[in-house]
């Protein structure tokens, strides 16, 4: 506490060092008003830890909004610079980097791809009374008594459980599905009970669950436990870590015809390298697909290959980080077209009212939703060379009324 | 009088899976048995516990993986040979597509580096870290250990590969098959009905039914071969596992062969017997302890080898931390310094996780295995085999 009130003296003091501006706080802490030239958006990224490879697209994809409204002339007259900080994958690092930005002035935050750093950010943006737009945080209480400061732009995990439970039930026509949930995350607890929640309500019958840690890497005990149930379908609901090696292990106790199926964290070019032939053919719930042929998704492709020396995104979460930027510079134009005051308050007031926002993982709308709009989710298969898109779900078909 | 008490107490006792949980518990056990003998041996001979050893094991792990990425068995060459079959398929519809010949020759290399890498590394770690320290007190060597094990840790986040966690391609594994060994078959009524439902999904492909008529068919034909899978009791195991079991009792009987029957062993023996009396009888103890770091480091090697490719784990650098936690229990267990006992002590560790597991509380598996150290520890606070001297100070 005693720290964050430090930082938010050194903010202060910057802010009126570089732009002279002086005005009171708004709302519940401060937050800034973008003066000068620019306007300044601040982003948290994973630039070194586990969470490398989803930190790096992020950037890459928040960097492609940056240039694309500064090429078309930026914000009334005024450039966006985007200023990003790392986290290291760290909660703890993430709030120092929330802090960081906050003193030099940004106008709103963006980030994070986990819900454990995010959360972390949260307290910043709502100790200085900045907007924060999520990038890949799907856990619910990440935007719970924001007083509408914090918002997503990916769906929740009460979406991607109910999505798979409907399909399994619906499209591959399983009725007996057994479930292995990673103890150690709160993310594969959640997503394995949404799951269950849903196929039972559905008529499907959960034979058994079975638990893990993250880090264990042999399996035989409780995939056993789970053959002698006989189910015909497997949930896992960790990240592909443990995924792979599972899926294999599966095959070899020789439950051949079983299906498996997860959630977004099996999204990884490693997977298929961890899981090999066993992992082909699995079902798991992701944000967007390269192979859409909707025109958001090919225009970003396109410029970003072109700004990439010609590759794909590796993860979803290029496009997601593309869509939070985008976002936020959205809602900023929204001001300037209406002549509003460019502060954060304002800026979080208009993020909040926003309505069908065309974004390259989907239409966000988030005008009376508190901060989750109903995303679209995806069912995409597992194929040798990387996942092959299935079916589109919007919240409304899948979700219990 | 007992499927009501199981009940009650929420067991659902399955037996026929209770031997092939036996085997899975053998096989994680093994493992742990590898990787405790490292433990047990530098305790025998230095009372040190090198608390360095899971990330040997980390080490040797990594070995494995870059060696196999050399012998082009890269995720880069992996998608590139599977991109370049489906456009030959593309191409030519009659192609049948290929997959990367493996051969046992990969995995001879793979696990003779990884030993080697490791033994290496065992010596290094000892000379730098430990010898230096040999004459201070027990507290100071005990706390260069974590202090060499979290180095080591670090130094991997910054120069392996580490996110995301890459693995050993499956394609490096020429053992892959199934292996089944059928002790009682499933009940005849389930099996005649799996048989029905075989010809009556062949019977209606015969006759061009409709795809939903098929589908409904070939959905119950599963069901039934789950059934009988589920039901009979069997052992089922792929050749990969078979060939792991192999080679850690092969390891274990050549370690038994040195330590006993060869001059390098007879002098580890002393050594630990009485480290200065077996130098006043002109032993090079440093020699001995150097043998005995390497020893222990190249059995951690093999294990980790074994793991990483036949069970497709992924690997960053603080994935020595959980195997080595388990396995030093298990030498605790065993009775630490004591080489039988390390082998016990890590078969007992993995076979009291897989019958948790049966029983049905895979979510306590962990904290059962340290149960069962508190209790045996309370009767026999040296360990199942080890002296329970009291230790002159």
Known sequence: ?401 | MDALFYTLVGIDLNWSSLPQQLVNGLVVGSIYALIALGYTMVYGVLRLINFAHGEVFMLGAYTALLSSWVMGFSPDAIRKFYESEAAKKLADPSYVERSIPADPFNLVIMILLAMAVCAVIGAVIEFFAYRPMRNQSRTAALITAIGVSLLLQYAGSLFLPASPPPSVAMEVNPYQTNVSVTLVPAPKEIRDKFDDSVSALEAAKESGADAETIGDLERKKNDLEGQVAATATAITMTQGKIVMLLTVLVLMAALRFLVLKTPAGRSMRAASHDFDSASLMGINVNRVVTFTFMLGSALAGAGAMMLVTFEGTSMQPFFGMAPGVKAFVAAVLGGIGNIPGAVLGGILMGLAETLVTWLGFSNYKDAVAFVILFIVLMFRPGGLLGSSKVEKV
């Open chain 1, 1 to 401: 506490m005693a720290l964050a009130s430090l930082a938010w003296l050194g903010g202060c003091k910057d802010t009126a060092a570089s732009g002279g501006d002086t005005k009171e706080p708004a709302a519940s802490g401060g937050g800034a008003t973008a003066t000068g030239d620019v306007i300044k958006i601040g982003l948290v990224a994973s630039q070194g830890g586990d969470l490398r490879p989803w930190g790096q697209d992020c950037i890459a994809g928040a960097r492609l909004a940056e240039a694309e409204i500064n090429a078309a002339g930026g914000i009334g007259g005024k450039k966006i610079q985007l200023i990003v900080e790392d986290s290291n994958s760290k909660p703890e690092e993430g709030k120092s980097a929330a802090e960081k930005l906050a003193s030099e002035g940004v106008i709103g935050l963006v980030g994070e791809v986990a819900s454990g750093i995010t959360l972390q950010m949260k307290t910043v943006a709502m100790d200085r009374g900045l907007p924060l737009i999520a990038v890949g945080a799907t856990n619910p209480d990440v935007t719970k008594d924001s007083n509408g400061l914090v918002s997503r732009v990916c769906y929740t995990d009460d979406v991607q459980g109910p999505v798979m439970a409907f399909f399994a039930y619906n499209d591959l026509k399983l009725r007996k599905v057994a479930i292995m949930t990673d103890n150690k995350q709160p993310y594969s607890q959640g997503l394995s009970a949404s799951f269950a929640k849903r196929f039972k309500e559905l008529g499907g019958e959960i034979v058994g669950e079975e638990f893990y840690q993250s880090g264990e890497n042999q399996f035989g005990g409780q995939l056993t436990s789970i053959k002698s149930k006989n189910p015909d379908g497997i949930f896992m609901s960790g990240y592909f870590t443990e995924v792979g090696p599972m899926a294999r292990q599966i095959r070899q106790q020789g439950m051949t015809n079983v299906k498996l199926m997860g959630g977004d964290g099996w999204d990884s070019t490693e997977l298929t390298s961890s899981g090999g032939d066993a992992i082909v053919g699995g079902y798991f719930c992701n944000h967007y697909n390269n192979a859409e042929d909707r025109p958001e998704v090919q225009d970003f492709l396109k410029k970003f290959r072109e700004a990439n020396n010609g590759n794909d995104p590796g993860t979803t979460m290029a496009a997601l980080g593309y869509d939070a930027t985008m976002l936020m510079i959205d809602a900023l134009k929204r001001m300037d077209a209406a002549k509003a005051t460019m502060d954060s308050a304002t800026l979080a007031k208009t993020i909040s009212e926003t309505v069908d926002f065309p974004g390259v993982s989907g239409k966000i709308t988030l005008q009376g939703m508190n901060g989750d709009p109903e995303k679209r989710a995806l069912v995409v298969q597992v194929t040798k060379t990387g996942q092959e898109f299935v079916k589109a779900y919007e919240p409304s078909e899948v979700v219990a009324k």
